[in-house]
């Protein structure tokens, strides 16, 4: 007996021993292959990066002429010289636009009253601290601008996005067009404004259209940014929509998977916003006290409309569309996002189940949709979605009040001044 139960146990551990080789011999195989698999996939990350940046090339280096994109966003141009070749580069456009400025501001002075003066001056102020941020943030992404690419290329890889070249080329196309046909608008009314005079001219637009122009190159690549995102939950949406066809069928996997990949993408949309949003702060602000001035001013020139001319009811009107714009685009495409993640919880808030493992992958995936990604903008002072509008409107109208009763203020004191010199 004891014989026959040694020989049992020694049989079970040739049986474990084998077990345990057997198992060594897969994991070293496997580990064999994964460089094979790993560099596979290392390859079609960097497919899909250089796919994204062929196709946002042209847009990439008008970003890197005017400073809204670091030179290192260009492959092979990573070196330090062209970091020096930028960064001179910049230094004098930006010292360029400080001093037409301010040659503009005290050529004009004595054509202006101190009122108008002061709001041209004050607007002329928050267009140079603009364009400052924007160069020293985009600059500041050197090591982490190839991060942006090799994130995308990684969700689209993991989720089978298909980058679809022509509508990104279109979308692309139909922004730089809307922002070539103000500057064509401005030019001849910039420079019939001042015919006898063209160094006048040449300082008012580089104190005024540049600024806006370069602020525009950076938001163009910020709503290219948005869009992508947006289209990228669509096929998510699709993906979860097929998924969940399935009825009673419903991978516990793949919705996890779905998760996963909602949370890396809702992860990078947060840190967009949060690169742009000191950007979009000022553009706000910037957009704000040029729309009021526009708006004072128009109703200044009705009162006396004998000392405007067409060309300075065009020059305003233009400014004044170009800013409503501006500030309804950050609102269009933040909605845009945000519709496709309340698509995703609608699909999620229709499915029953009596599992409890699908059930609380469903519940995670749903606190992760309630998230407001609008609430991270604007360095988190307020939400961009279309309930701004009410709010943007009450401001105006309280500005145009305040600039009513300083305006009335400045006359009687003004008034009052000439009355006692006489």
Known sequence: MRASKMSNEMLKLKRKARRIAAWTQLQQGLAGKQPRNWNLTQQLYKSNAEQLHQELRFLLIICVLFGSVPFAVLPHCTS????????????????????????????????????????????????????ACIIIISLSWKRRIGQVFDTIGKFDLASGYIVKRKKIRRFVHFQLLLLLIFISCTIPIVFFNSVENFWKSWYNWNTYVVPNTLTSISFVLYYTLMEGICRRLKCLVKSLHAELQRGIFIRRAALQELRLQHRSLLHFTKIVNQTFGLSILLLYASSLINFNTNLFLFYK???????????????????????????????????????????????LNTVHSVDEDLMETINHFELQLQDNVRAHVACDLFELDYELIPALLMITANLFI??????????????AYDSLDT
């Not at 010292?95 to 003066?117: I, M, P, T």
């Not at 004044?320 to 845009?336: A, G, S």
Request: glycine letters at 2%.
């Open 80 to 131: 330090r010289m062209h970091d020096v070749v930028q960064h001179c580069w910049l230094f004098l456009l930006y010292v360029w636009l400080c001093f037409s400025a301010y040659l503009e501001l005290s050529d004009s002075s004595g054509d202006l009253n101190n009122l108008e003066r002061n709001f041209y001056i004050f607007e002329s102020i928050t267009y140079l601290i603009h364009i």
């Open 402 to 415: 305040f600039l009513l009763q300083y305006d009335v203020t400045f006359q009687a004191l003004a008034h």
């Open 301 to 347: 020139a009705i009162e006396n409309s004998t000392g405007a001319h067409w060309n300075w009811w065009a020059y305003n009107n233009l400014f004044l569309l170009m800013h409503t714009c501006k500030m309804f685009c950050l609102l269009y495409f933040n909605h845009n996002v945000q519709r496709e993640q309340s698509n995703c919880l609608t699909l």
